[in-house]
């Protein structure tokens, strides 16, 4: 039912790929039945109207719906053509390789230095943790602004540095892919811009999924979209197909502003 | 006024209406209502307070702290019910913060959100209302006599713990779920297990939270006088306890024993030893709050 | 009034109907310049040329009012997907007009200057020529309203007529010089009118295929996919050769 495209994904093996994936919240479908592969260092855009199941679908690739009781994850998702559900897959190693960003900019109230250096700490580095921390805040194109005051609360940057610092946290675990929902919905036009051109500098050595309701910026950064709506899948493909001439007919309606 | 009326009729801010003005009277009728409700509590706590305070304040000197209780009034001192409730309060703050704060991290962040769960919670928060006495009748069956503890220092601390315990069991349960949902998800989010999210961001966060939780319990434990009477607390000793098996007294105790005797003498080192006792609890509150803020401080900063 | 769920980016459709209300009076004054000037030829009158600068005048300005307000609704609204390509398409076919209206202008002027000339024997080919590129003209326009695809390739493919139209005028007007130098100065002119007729006829096929992009999405310029087997693909560098 849904139109799927041609995805280019080059010569190397794709980095996720979802298989007939449907999440249940009780009774309620959230996800229905979507299939989708998305390429190594490309950015994926999944979007779509508020309450559509894309940041459920988002929340599957890195199995952090198993800490909602409520839900229910079928089908497979495939990493490295592993099944990440699994049941002898650890969903703790998983997070580790698949990073995700969230909404609103979440930094521990700590200081700088030990935000970055969390993740490390946990999962057992026992390299240099400065050359870790700077390198990471230099991923994220925050490094000049804090290098000197990395003791400081993470509190005491704004809005938008506050996410970078998120994106350098989760930079730190030295993921594979890194999911982000809705990164920049809560910035400034300004801060907003700064994320996306980080965005588009990391995909060089990243694979990046963005959840977002912003379809000019989906238009702006990501190589290929996925149009969800009510929990279907309706349409996926390249991102300049999707914006200039869409196939199904509610992809057009969607784009170009008639719902949602 | 109706609302397409005031397009037509610009009014004069400076001169009210008769609807503004019922309305402003209302608001101060209110503001007095509360003002005299606030004023009934605080005027009667003073009333008592100046009270203890001129009956006892003359009795308030160093012999009287250190020395012990006596037939006569002049030369009778607090030097064991101090020890004692200073024991008491270490002992059960040693018991009840583990026990308490590791029911509440199990019952917030471990247990699965079912009716079991749902009907210890309904429980404990029934336990905290149950009257103190009965948890002295409690230590007394199994502490005393069944464990064979004896009337010590000990009994008494584990009777005194499991009455607080549910208090600070709903208070750390508050302070961890105050804890925003998303530190959470942002540490999970980078691989961590369940124990190092907790120990690493929520128990920190909920910290401050349940030292004061703890802090006002053992304020309100310090004050127990019935529980301690049932397990045999005694009022006249001249000793300080040496270990935990030993028998002790505590202030709340020592307050009531003399209030009881016939004369004024009695009820002036009463009062003494009341104030004593207040002093404690404003010092405890005092740290709890200071611990309070102190941690708060050190998050915004 | 703004956000009326019935009627999402009402202010955009808006703007968007005006867009294409300018355009329409657009080419509909270039039509008419362009059967006047063709009618003047074959008249010989040379008071057409005047009238027919006018309406250029105004062709010009509208060219310059649509790309304003292209640019405006690109800018502000951000189109998407089909209302995108209305939008651009909307820009090229007023791009094309502007030259219809020009080549209506050098015809005029022609017909003018072929008023003063000795007189040639009627040449079929020329009114034959002119009926074909008006009609072209035309049904391009037409489809651009009514979003008719097939009309489209048609004129596309109508347009050989008219360089094989073009090609016999060539060697008859050749012929015709030969014979008699005299005859000279009104055969180039004819020869320059067949040229702006033709010229005219091509911005027609340009109209055509902007109307495909416009409602398939894809361009059916310089040999891309989807065109019809008999669609002659080497129609474009024909047209630049003369």
Redesign the interface.
């Given at each position: 039912m849904a139109t799927v495209h041609d995805i280019d994904t080059g010569l190397r093996s794709p980095a996720l790929e979802a298989r007939d994936v449907s999440v249940h919240y009780g009774s309620k479908r959230a996800v229905d039945d979507v299939s989708l592969v998305v390429p190594s260092n490309q950015v994926v855009a999944l979007i779509g109207p508020s309450g559509c199941g894309k940041s459920t679908l988002l929340r599957c690739f890195?199995r952090?719906n198993d800490?909602l009781?409520a839900a229910k994850v079928d089908g497979e998702v495939l990493f490295h053509g592993q099944n990440l559900y699994q049941p002898e897959i650890d969903p703790?190693?998983?997070?580790?390789?698949i990073?995700?960003v969230?909404q609103?900019p979440?930094?521990?109230?700590k200081s700088i230095f030990d935000n970055v250096a969390?993740?490390p700490r946990?999962?057992g580095f026992g390299g240099n943790m400065n050359e870790r921390v700077e390198e990471s805040l230099r991923q994220a194109a925050l490094w000049d602004e804090v290098s000197d005051r990395l003791d400081?609360?993470a509190?005491?940057l704004s809005g938008g540095q506050q996410q970078r610092l998120?994106i350098a946290?989760?930079l730190a675990?030295r993921p594979e892919i890194v999911l982000m929902d809705e990164p920049a919905s809560a910035l400034d036009p300004i801060a907003t811009q700064k994320i996306e051109e980080l965005i588009f500098e990391l995909k060089k050595q990243y694979t990046i999924v963005i959840v977002t309701h912003n379809m000019q910026q989906a238009a702006r950064i990501s190589d290929y979209t996925a149009f969800l709506y009510m929990g279907e899948l309706i349409e996926y493909g390249p991102t300049d197909m999707i914006f200039t001439n869409p196939t199904e007919e509610r992809t057009e309606a969607y784009v170009t502003g008639r719902f949602g | 006024m109706r609302f397409d009326e005031r397009a037509e009729a610009p009014r004069d801010l400076g001169r009210p209406s008769p609807g503004d003005r019922r309305r402003r009277t209302l608001g101060t009728l209110f503001l007095l209502l509360c003002f005299a409700a606030t004023s009934v509590g605080v005027v009667s706590l003073m009333v008592l307070l100046v009270d203890v305070l001129m009956d006892g304040v003359a009795q308030l000197d160093p012999e009287f702290l250190s020395s012990y209780a006596s037939r006569f009034a002049d030369r009778a001192g607090i030097r064991a019910p101090l020890f004692g409730t200073f024991w008491i309060l270490l002992l059960t703050a040693v018991i009840a913060f583990p026990l308490s704060v590791g029911a509440a991290v199990y019952l917030e962040e471990y247990a699965?959100?079912n009716w079991i769960t749902r009907i210890i919670q309904v429980n404990i928060a029934n336990l905290a209302g149950v009257p103190s006495i009965v948890y002295g009748i409690l230590g007394l069956a199994v502490f005393v006599r069944g464990m064979g503890l004896g009337r010590s220092l000990l009994s008494g601390a584990l009777t005194l713990s499991i009455l607080i315990l549910p208090v600070i069991i709903m208070a750390s349960q508050e302070a961890i779920r105050a804890v925003?949902d998303?530190?959470r998800?942002?540490?999970?989010?980078?691989?961590?297990?369940r124990w190092?999210v907790t120990r690493?961001?929520v128990l920190?966060?909920a910290l401050p939270g349940i030292l004061t939780g703890t802090i006002l319990a053992l304020s309100r434990a310090v004050g127990e006088t019935a529980p301690l009477i049932m397990i045999g607390a005694l009022s006249f000793i001249a000793f300080t306890p040496q270990g935990v098996m030993d028998q002790f007294t505590v202030l709340p105790l020592q307050i009531y024993n003399w209030i009881s005797r016939p004369g004024d003498d009695f009820h002036a080192i009463a009062a003494a030893a009341i104030i004593v006792l207040l002093v404690m609890l404003l010092a405890m509150n005092a740290v709890a709050i200071l611990l309070r803020n102190r941690f708060s401080r050190m998050?915004?900063? | 009034m703004m956000n009326d769920p019935k009627r999402p980016r009402r202010r955009f459709h808006d703007e968007l109907d005006q867009l294409q209300e300018r355009l329409m009076t657009m080419a509909h004054r270039a039509e008419a310049m362009v059967e006047m000037a063709i009618e003047a030829v074959a008249e010989k009158d040379s008071g057409a040329s005047k009238v027919v600068r006018r309406h250029d005048e105004d062709v010009d300005t509208l060219e310059i009012e649509i790309d304003e307000r292209v640019t405006e609704l690109l800018a502000l609204h951000q189109p998407m997907a089909s209302d995108l390509r209305k939008v651009i398409s909307a820009l090229k076919v007023a791009n094309d007009l502007e030259r219809v209206g020009d080549h209506a202008v050098n015809i005029a002027r022609a017909a003018k200057r072929l008023s003063r000339a000795p007189a040639l024997p009627t040449i079929i080919e020329v009114s034959e020529m002119g009926v074909i590129a008006r009609r072209m003209l035309a049904d391009s326009l037409n489809c651009y309203v009514s979003r008719d695809t097939e009309l489209a390739i048609h004129v596309c493919q109508t347009d050989d007529k008219v360089d094989a139209l073009r090609h016999s005028l060539y060697r008859i007007l050749l012929t015709h010089m030969m014979e008699d130098p005299s005859k000279i100065s009104g055969a180039l002119e004819l020869l320059r009118i067949s040229q702006s007729i033709e010229r005219i006829a091509d911005l027609a096929t340009n109209v055509a295929e902007d109307v495909v992009f416009m409602v398939e999405g894809q361009s059916m310029k310089h040999g891309r996919v989807d065109t019809p087997p008999d669609y002659d693909l080497d129609r474009e560098s024909e047209a630049a050769r003369d």
């Open positions: 890195n952090m800490l009781p703790v190693e998983v997070r580790r390789r990073g995700m969230f609103k979440n930094p521990f109230p969390f993740g946990i999962n400081d609360s509190y005491a998120c946290r989760t675990v | 699965p959100r925003p998303s530190i998800q942002a540490a999970y989010g980078l691989g961590a297990t190092q690493r961001q920190p966060m998050r915004s900063n | -």
